[in-house]
């Protein structure tokens, strides 16, 4: 497990190259490929495009929502909750090129979303081009948020019944519960969630590709479609991996984060 | 924190089990013996996959105990080229004979992945039937051949003649200047305002396409050029960048041209070839000698009408100035592998799978222009399709690509610069700017210089 990523380290220190001298003898070029990102007028930008996307798809977006259903499933129960449940996570089990395709269909110029907005006398726009990072963002929180759903389906069902039970018996109402009582019993359980689906969408590669490929003008670039197009369309390997290296960093410090809210959870 | 280690070992894995299977050499059997060809195929390009399955066949029923083995990489141009180049890094999955394009040859040279070819070649009776030119297409900077050319190709102006007669624009149509294209676009957004008058790409989505079939044909035509192969230097500065962003601009602000949304996407060329130029929706285009293989019998939008309806014009220079013309030229070649274990062998299928009637094949199918003086003058070639004659006089005013290994990410650069331009986010001075900026940075301040 360690040895590929011990691998791609090495390897952004160098000028490894798919094609040309440096594919035959790749030179030791120290942090050459580091200090070339602060000068780079596309990275700072994907860097910032990267954290927006793990912070609004996924933080906002699918945490949020996916607690959302869950606790609305919780109240409802039955019939309905197995519905919603099906219907959220058919969007989740979807292999993710698939998924892609049905988000750029919906979206795209003459999709569904611009014949649904038709059949009201609107006229939609290209969101791919107008809107890109937001119909990113839109598409990600529609694949991912079943799976913070589940999870805070399994919390839920964990909190003792006769303590939100007897809060109802001293009068507090609904927010007051879920604030005061439901949510700090399930802290570690966000915890958990936060963490898993903040690697996953910092990974997320395949939706941005086929939506828009990082454009129009790198409007949608994040920094693991940044590392393909460098590492392989332009067959710079050394300063592909130095950018993955940077998105791996990215990952240990929201990790990080994270374990001291689960360590804080359990005392 | 597993995603993201996903990543890093993904890009790096890959070529961290490249590096290590390229240390295990692997004993070769002797008996049997089998020579890998590797090559592209689409759903609409097929052409070369026909040439290949002849050529095997043929191949193998002279060479008793030999087996070909075609490997067709499904893929785009630039997919291709990057898994071409990731099979090329180990002796197990290196091929034989490859397919290359032929301004990857001396990037390519240098990386150790193609056989210097002279001694091959002097041996070989038919080299001499190769067009001089076109020869130099396999050279790599050490003056050495390294690759044998299929086909070449030249760009041209695309028009539809309906659309240009409801215009009252007279035919057949040749624009002296850039100004006369833009007058007779004018005139037919005039004639109709839902026709599209004149296409030329711009950003990064249609890739190569935007620099070959589009800012080139515009930027050599002022006098400028990419890269001095004199002074081994790329040329910054100049104002023929800048006047050809301006005028790529024009035709897009005055919605001469595709919208800017349909200019970014990477399909939009289908829609040029299948919907839009057929359905009479669009006057003009920018696009290659190949464009009649995509409408002839067989074709991915086969368009009986084309050869009536269709005329070719070559683009201008901007002020009429000499030669009166410009045009680009690219195409393939076949390539012996460096870690290939049957040299002799591989060459020799080479030269089977270019022979005179395999290269005619080729050349016709895919609407290519010959490299083999024999081919040129074969009937068979000449009667291809009505526009041989025109897109193959354009070889007397094309240009070829810096074929050096920096070139990919300044094409890039160039795509990025008309990309800003069309979407409105620069002036054309401000993206020539960026980009002279971008050239410094990729190649050094040592290798540019200012014209």
Redesign the interface.
């Known amino acids: ?1 360690l ?3 011990a ?5 952004s220190f160098t000028n ?9 003898n790749p030179q030791w070029v120290g942090l050459d490929n580091y200090a ?1 990102m602060l ?1 780079d ?1 596309v990275f700072p930008l994907s860097a910032w495009l990267t954290v927006v996307f793990v912070a609004v798809s996924a933080i906002l977006g699918q945490n949020a929502l996916g607690l959302v259903i869950a606790l609305l499933m919780t109240r409802s129960g039955g019939a309905t909750a197995s519905l919603v449940g099906t219907v959220v996570v058919a969007s989740w089990i979807l292999p993710e090129i698939v998924a892609a395709f049905a988000a750029y269909a919906y979206f795209s ?1 003459d999709g569904t979303l611009n014949q649904l907005l038709g059949m009201f006398g609107v006229q939609g726009t ?1 969101w791919l ?2 809107f890109p990072m937001a119909a990113i963002i839109l598409a990600n929180v529609w694949r991912g948020t079943a799976f913070s759903m589940l999870v805070y389906r399994a919390a839920l069902s964990q909190v003792p019944r006769d303590v939100s039970e007897a809060a109802l018996m001293d009068g507090a109402r609904g927010w007051q519960r879920l604030a005061f009582i439901t949510l700090p019993i399930i802290r570690g359980s966000i915890a958990t969630n936060l963490m898993l689906i903040t ?2 969408t ?2 997320v ?1 395949t939706l941005i590709w086929v939506m828009t ?1 990082g ?3 790198n409007a949608s670039t994040t920094l ?1 479609v940044l ?2 197009q460098e ?7 050394g300063y ?2 130095a950018i ?2 940077v ?2 960093l ?3 410090v929201f ?1 990080a984060v994270y374990v001291r809210l689960i360590r804080g959870a359990k005392p | 924190m597993r995603r993201p280690v996903r990543i890093g070992a993904a890009l790096l894995g890959v070529v961290g089990l490249l590096a290590s299977a390229a240390c295990s050499a692997q004993p070769q059997a002797v008996s049997k013996q089998t020579i890998k060809i590797v090559y592209q195929k689409t759903d609409s390009f097929t052409a070369l996959d026909k040439v290949f399955q002849d050529a095997k066949q043929e191949f193998e029923a002279a060479n008793a105990g030999v087996t070909v083995d075609l490997e067709p990489i499904q893929a785009n141009d630039d997919d291709y080229g990057t898994k071409l180049a990731l099979a090329q890094r180990s002796p197990d999955t290196a091929p034989d004979v490859f397919y290359e394009d032929t301004f990857k040859v001396r990037s390519d040279v240098d990386a150790g992945y193609l056989l210097k070819l002279d001694s091959q070649l002097a041996s070989w009776d038919e080299w001499s039937k190769f067009n001089e030119g076109a020869k130099a297409a396999g050279r790599g900077d050490d003056g050495s051949i390294y690759a044998v050319p299929l086909g070449t190709d030249t760009r041209a102006i695309w028009y539809n003649k309906t659309v240009l007669q409801k215009a009252g624009i007279p035919l057949p149509w040749q624009p002296k200047t850039w100004d006369d294209i833009l007058a007779a676009a004018r005139k037919m957004k005039a004639a109709d305002p839902s026709v599209i008058p004149f296409s030329m790409y711009a950003g990064k989505g249609t890739g190569e396409g935007t620099v070959m079939q589009s800012f080139y044909e515009l930027l050599y035509g002022t006098g400028s050029s990419l890269y001095s192969e004199s002074d081994k230097k790329w040329v910054v500065g100049s104002k023929g960048f800048t006047d050809s962003l301006q005028f790529l601009k024009t035709l897009y602000d005055e919605k001469l041209s595709v919208t800017p949304a349909d200019a970014l996407d990477s399909n939009v060329w289908k829609k040029v070839f299948g919907q839009w130029l057929p359905q009479g929706k669009m006057g003009a285009t920018v696009e290659g000698s190949y464009a009649p293989s995509f409408w002839q019998k067989g074709g991915s939008y086969e368009w009986a009408g084309y050869a009536q309806d269709m005329g070719v014009a070559k683009f201008p220079t901007q002020f009429g100035q000499d030669p009166g013309g410009v045009s680009m030229s690219g195409g393939w070649t076949l390539a012996v592998g460096a870690k290939t274990k049957s040299a002799d062998l591989a060459f020799k299928f080479l030269t089977t799978a270019v022979n005179k009637k395999n290269a005619l094949a080729f050349d016709v199918n895919n609407s290519q222009i010959a490299v083999r003086t024999d081919v040129a003058s074969d009937p068979g070639y000449q009667a291809a399709n009505p526009f041989v004659k025109d897109v193959s006089n354009l070889v007397g005013v094309t240009h070829y690509r810096p074929a050096t290994a920096d070139y990919p990410k300044i094409s890039l650069a160039v795509q990025q610069a008309t990309e800003a331009v069309i979407a409105g986010k620069q002036s054309p001075a401000e993206a020539a700017a960026e980009y002279d900026a971008s050239v410094k940075k990729l190649v050094g301040d040592t290798k540019v210089m200012q014209k």
């Open positions: 497990m040895a590929p990523v691998w791609s380290f090495y390897a490894a190259a798919l094609s040309g001298k440096a594919a035959l070339r000068t007028s110029q290209n081009y107008a690697l996953q910092l990974a590669f490929a454009g129009p003008s693991p590392a393909y590492a392989f369309k332009l067959g710079d390997i592909g991996t993955a290296s998105l791996i990215i990952g240990v990790g």
